[in-house]
Each structure stands twice: as C-alpha cells, then as structure tokens.
C-alpha cells in the first residue's frame, strides 16, 4: 500500500524558543526535519513528500532535506496560519497517485519503522489509524478557574502520536469541508472523527516517538538518536 507524507514545519516553535523554526533546530549534527524524514525515505511505499514551511525559509528547509532527494520526491512550498492549514496546503499539493497519506510532525525525529508499519497496515481496514499510547496518569478535566469538574477514566484514554495515516480521498473531503465551515482541530484524525467519514483506529505507538516541545526535551531526543547513523 503506496502512500504520500505531509510535514507541517511552518511553526514558529514558541515554546521551544530560538531563532530559527524548530524544524531547522541542530540535533547530533542534522537539522530536526531531517530526522524526521529519514526513516520514512528508506520505506519503498513512500512515493511522495509535501513540507509545508514558513515563507522565509523554504530554501533552508529544502536544503536541510536535500540528502533524499534523489530517493523520493520531496516539494516545499508554503506553509499557512496554522498547523490544520499547513496541512491542507501539503495535501492539495500532492502529485503522485497515492491512495493514502500520513501527516507527521517535523519535530518528532524519533520515528520507528515499526509504528509507520503498524499506521499503513492499519488503512486495510479504517479511513484512519493514529498511533498512541495509553494514558498511565490520572487525568482530570477542570473549568476555566482550574476547578476540578471530573476525574476521567484513564483505562479508555491515549495519548496520541504522529505519523496519522489517513485515507487521501476522504481527508481532501474533510479538509475542504473544515474550510467551508470554519473548523479547526487539534490533529489531523478529528477531521476525519467531527465530519463522520469513517472508522478511526488507535493502534499502539512508541514511547521514544516525543515531540520536541520545549527545550528539556532537547537531550531526550538526542539519546534516542544517538545510535541512529547521521548519513
């Protein structure tokens, strides 16, 4: 089963601080978003990258990625005001004829080869799979003055991951309806869950598979890489 992947890179990494935008942010000697990219380019059903970007560095971004261009397609063109937009933007960018796509954060580097499998396999049978893993602390949801209104069952709770892998068919509907009504999402998957067009399926990601958020998460992710090779 062939599939696209879409890169949202067009944030600004607020929280993480720093100049550049965080998927250009030095990890063990290669750009973040390098990374990134680099299990899925070994994935022979890969057959098309889209990276959305922020406009004023495109050509970086594109630099940062250019060890694989000679594998797979990769495009980077330009990102929109936010991550659902982004999105959208690599999604109707695409060029191949892939049935499927997965959206994966620039910032998680960390990706197995394992969890992408699991994603892609899961698309046999659902319009959308997520990877995650169960919630092991307790979860309470609170009003705005951070009273507590509820103690949620964690046994039924997953905190979920990226890569989604998502029906391309069905996303460019959900995507095209969002615009028309106004609706954002957190994540690529409630598109699919808010709109009703299909089965979504969590399927177990993997602990090492963060995202860099903030700057203590910074040797984490460098641990985790270290013994990946950097060419």
Not at 98 to 118: E, F, K, Q
């Amino acid at each position: 089963m062939s599939y696209a992947l879409l890169i949202p890179a067009a944030g600004k990494g607020e929280r993480f601080g720093g100049e550049l935008p965080k998927a250009l942010t030095p990890v063990n000697g290669k750009p973040l978003i390098w990374w990134s990219l680099k299990c899925f380019v070994q994935d022979s059903r890969l057959e098309e990258v889209s990276i959305a970007a922020p406009d004023e560095y495109i050509s970086a971004i594109a630099e940062s990625v250019g060890d694989f261009v000679e594998i797979v397609r990769i495009s980077v063109i330009s990102g929109g005001l936010t991550r659902q937009d982004s999105v959208g933007q690599a999604l109707f960018n695409l060029k191949s004829g892939a049935d499927n796509v997965l959206v994966h954060d620039a910032a998680r580097p960390a990706i197995s080869r394992d969890v992408i499998d699991r994603v892609v396999e899961g698309l046999d049978h659902n319009v959308a799979v997520v990877p995650g893993l169960p919630v092991t602390d307790t979860v309470k949801r609170v009003d705005k003055n951070l009273t507590v209104r509820e103690t949620l069952n964690r046994e039924v709770l997953f905190a979920v991951q990226t890569p989604q892998g998502i029906r391309l068919r069905e996303f460019q509907r959900a995507h095209r309806m969002a615009k028309e009504h106004q609706i954002q999402c957190t994540d690529d998957a409630a598109l699919i869950e808010y709109f009703q067009l299909g089965s979504v399926k969590v399927v177990f990601g993997d602990p090492q598979n963060i995202k860099l958020t903030l700057p203590h998460d910074l040797p984490r992710v460098e641990t985790f890489l270290r013994d990946i090779p950097s060419n």
